[in-house]
């Protein structure tokens, strides 16, 4: 059974950063499409980034493109999301996902596994 296991979550003042990690285990990461989610209270769970099973290629939600970045670390069965420039608005449960895909796209659903979140939370 695959496990996913966030962390690195905290509390940043704006303008600050933060790096998550999500442990894989049950399986081999490099098997696994990979991707991150937020979810706001009150809000529906959103995507944030994703990643393809060699790192090679990358997507983002707009908002984000220009100040996180995600990656993996096959050889420690690990992915990460860097982000930079926190703004209050980044506050929320950030969810780490994988499916065995070879891609998969945005939706929430779409993804088998999942970690059970860390919280960002980003103070003005």
């Known amino acids: 059974q695959v496990r996913l296991a966030e962390s690195g979550g905290g509390l940043v003042q704006a303008g600050g950063s933060l790096r998550l990690s999500c442990a894989v285990s049950?399986?081999?990461?490099?098997?696994?499409?990979m991707a991150w989610f937020r979810q706001a209270p009150g809000k529906e769970r959103e995507f944030v980034a994703s990643?393809?099973?060699?790192?090679?290629?990358?997507y983002y939600e707009d908002s984000v493109k220009i100040r996180f970045t995600i990656s993996r670390d096959n050889s420690k069965n690990e992915a990460y999301l860097q982000m930079s420039r926190l703004e209050p608005e980044d506050t929320a449960v950030y969810y780490c996902?994988?499916?065995?895909?070879?891609?998969?796209?945005?939706?929430?659903?779409?993804?088998?596994?999942w970690g059970q979140g860390t919280q960002v939370t980003v103070s003005s």
């Open positions: 990643v393809s099973r060699s790192g090679e290629l990358t």
């Open positions: 996902a994988a499916d065995p895909s070879s891609y998969v796209n945005r939706g929430s659903a779409l993804y088998d596994f």
């Open positions: 049950g399986r081999a990461a490099e098997s696994l499409f």
